[in-house]
């Protein structure tokens, strides 16, 4: 009986990671949204079934995270579950058009807290109310943006994005480690979805959200000891940091 914690699960990537996970009764998930004032209609329509919980986690907000946390607590330790597989899913990229020479700072200072300060403050709280097995699975999503080596041989985009992409990427380097000393079994890793049809993506994106979470789910599932830290392609190729 896994249990599947995913955040920004209300659309795009992380509604279809819902969707495919809901397809197996086993599964308790916990599907995370920004806000249960949210239009909902599509995440209740993925996700029937009774294992499926639709709880509210700003990623923005550390107390929203710790409110979260608390609640998973009441719901998951009363059946003596624990968390196997966190995604942190949720993200922004909110300032594409910039460059480093127009750079906003709220925008960027938000992308930092939602996209860096939110998979840390969700694993902190998380393992702080004992919630995260031995031997969790934390998928952080990155993108190819966030690549230190691809950017230098591509175009240069989205430069606060990338940014924020690139520390969520350092994050999970420290955060495979920290976890480890509590958790021995943890495997933390980034993934880069690909370029999906989603809001963030565009229509003009090369990959539907299916393909991308079937072959996320396929590495996430397939993960080693040896992969703790490392920074994957949903195709399940390692990609340069
Ligand atoms: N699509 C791509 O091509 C692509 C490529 C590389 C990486 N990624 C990464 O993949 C992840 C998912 O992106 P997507 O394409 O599915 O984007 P999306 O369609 O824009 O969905 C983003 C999700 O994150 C949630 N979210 C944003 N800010 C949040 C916050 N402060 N607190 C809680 N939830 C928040 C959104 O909730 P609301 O509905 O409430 O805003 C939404 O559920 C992101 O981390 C993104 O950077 C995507």
């Not at 949210?38 to 995440?43: F, R, V």
């Not at 750079?103 to 939110?118: H, R, T, Y």
């Not at 969790?136 to 690549?147: C, D, F």
């Not at 940014?163 to 021995?184: C, E, F, I």
């Amino acid at each position: 009986m896994p249990v599947y914690c995913i955040t920004g699960a209300n659309r795009g990537i992380g509604l279809e990671f819902v969707r495919q996970l809901a397809a197996s009764p086993d599964n308790t998930i916990l599907a995370l949204t920004r806000s249960l004032s949210s239009d909902l209609t599509d995440l209740k329509g993925a996700s029937s079934s009774s294992s499926t919980h639709i709880l509210e986690c700003e990623v923005g907000d550390i107390r929203s995270i710790q409110a979260f946390a608390q609640k998973a607590s009441k719901l998951l330790l009363g059946k003596d579950q624990k968390i196997d597989f966190l995604v942190n899913n949720a993200g922004i990229n909110g300032t594409s058009a910039q460059n480093t020479l127009s750079l906003d700072p709220d925008g960027l200072l938000s992308q930092i807290k939602i996209n860096v300060l939110g998979p840390a403050k969700t694993a902190e709280f998380l393992l702080g109310q004992d919630l995260l097995a031995d031997d969790v699975r934390v998928l952080n999503m990155t993108s190819g943006l966030a690549s230190l080596e691809m950017t230098s041989e591509g175009p240069r985009k989205a430069a606060g994005y990338s940014v924020s992409k690139a520390a969520l990427n350092m994050l999970t380097v420290h955060q495979g480690v920290n976890l480890r000393d509590r958790l021995p079994g943890a495997v933390v890793i980034v993934m880069d979805p690909g370029w999906v049809k989603t809001r963030l993506g565009g229509h003009g994106a090369a990959l539907e959200p299916h393909e991308s979470v079937e072959g996320m789910l396929h590495v996430l599932h397939g993960l080693k000891d040896e992969d703790n830290c490392g920074f994957f392609h949903h195709s399940g190729k390692k990609l340069p940091w």
